[in-house]
């Protein structure tokens, strides 16, 4: 089982409101990954670390920016939530050295932009 | 580049049947990972089934197993007896041998359950 928590879990806001999505893991991972996932749609990387103080960007281009200061902790900011922005996001996280890599999810935050 | 496809936008499958959910991939990666994910309504991604490219083996977790084919780079998830609880929409996703780890996913199939 994964221990991997994501809050809110819906977030309905105005344009231009800045926000944080919030990601947490107690297993100790070392990598951690935010996804981008439309309705129906495939997921699409956009942030991924790999460990305290390192964040690179991921192969959807996207606004948002993220931190690792903590090992547990991920958060994704948007400075200025727009309509566009509208969509699941979904982190994950993984052991680092493992043959497997297996990512476990957190349960996702749908976030609307009016 | 690399790459999953999978070419069923939507499947039925009758209660107590097996299915089998296409997965194709493309990658120039000699050592890979193959997986699936479950992902139902509420949204959540589950982890099912992972393969290794190196595995002679087909993996296998309880009802789920993997036809891995490795000449047609094919990893079709076989979900045996199925239940109404596994209408969802399914990912299968590759990792490459880069150390990033991240996942490249699939267009995902949903599959219905009918009682």
């Known amino acids: 089982e994964a221990d991997i928590y994501q809050t809110p879990r819906y977030l309905v806001i105005g344009t231009g409101k800045k926000i944080t999505l919030e990601c947490s893991q107690t297993m100790g991972h070392d990598k951690m990954y935010w996804y981008q996932q439309d309705p129906g749609m495939e997921l699409h990387l956009i942030h991924y670390s790999y460990g305290v103080n390192s964040t690179e960007k991921g192969d959807l281009s996207s606004e948002s920016t993220v931190s690792r200061i903590r090992t547990e902790h991920f958060p994704l900011t948007l400075e200025s939530a727009r309509p566009s922005h509208t969509s699941q996001y979904l982190c994950a996280s993984s052991p680092a050295g493992a043959p497997k890599n297996i990512q476990y999810f957190g349960a996702g935050t749908r976030l609307s932009v009016l | 580049a690399q790459k999953i496809t999978q070419t069923q936008p939507g499947m039925f499958v009758q209660e107590k049947e097996a299915v089998t959910l296409d997965c194709t991939y493309d990658?120039?990666?000699?050592?890979?990972?193959l997986f699936w994910y479950k992902q139902p309504s509420s949204g959540e991604m589950i982890f099912l089934i992972y393969?290794?490219?190196?595995?002679?083996q087909n993996a296998t977790e309880g009802r789920y197993s993997l036809n891995f084919q490795k000449a047609r780079k094919s990893a079709n998830l076989v979900i045996s007896a199925s239940q109404l609880g596994d209408s969802a929409m399914y990912f299968c996703?590759?990792?490459?041998?880069?150390?990033?780890?991240?996942?490249?996913f699939g267009q995902g199939t949903t599959l219905q359950v009918k009682p």
């Open positions: 996703a590759m990792r490459g041998s880069s150390n990033t780890g991240k996942l490249i």
């Open positions: 990658t120039s990666d000699q050592s890979y990972g």
């Open positions: 393969q290794g490219s190196y595995d002679e």
